[in-house]
């Protein structure tokens, strides 16, 4: 994943870039009501997890959880978990989550497969040295843009 010239990297700039206008439009209340009570359980439980065990695990449990309203909702989370100084530790988990998500839906783009074929190989590749290593290289200035941007500076910049 390279960084283009507004920080972000190839994949952020894909998903970001290929949400449709009405889901880039919907504030996070709309995108929130839209959403089962369900998946909103789902939603917490996930970004939550503390391991990529529990996340391989969950996401091979919940075929459907792959998609973009999914990040949607886990970018708004942690933009509004990003304004609290007492949620660090839900704001890395989140984030971390919320760019497994990210990294899936823009694998399964790149070699046309749905995503729920992406997550045992790529788990099995991240938990690499070398690609883990340059996975906690690009959560950082992940984190840093949600921390530095509102909701509407998030989805608005493209």
């Known amino acids: 994943m390279t960084e283009k010239n507004s920080g972000k990297t190839d994949m ?45 695990e969950f996401l091979l449990n919940n075929t459907d959880f792959i998609h973009e309203s999914t990040a949607l909702a886990l970018l708004k989370w942690c933009t509004a978990l990003s304004d609290d100084p007492e949620n660090v530790e839900s704001f890395d ?3 971390t989550q919320c760019l497994y998500i990210l990294y899936l839906l823009d694998l399964a783009r790149q070699v046309d ?31 840093s843009r949600l921390q530095n941007s509102s909701w509407d500076e998030v989805i608005g910049e493209h």
């Open 93 to 95: 988990r989140v984030s």
């Open 12 to 56: 952020e700039e894909n998903l970001i870039c290929d949400l449709g206008p009405s889901d880039k439009d919907k504030s996070p209340n709309e995108l929130g009501t839209e959403m089962d009570v369900t998946l909103e359980d789902k939603i917490k439980e996930f970004g939550l997890l503390g391991d990529m065990k529990a996340t391989e």
């Open 113 to 143: 497969i749905e995503p729920i074929y992406c997550v045992t190989p790529f788990f099995a590749r991240i938990s690499e040295p070398e690609f883990h290593e340059m996975f906690e290289k690009e959560i950082i200035p992940f984190r």
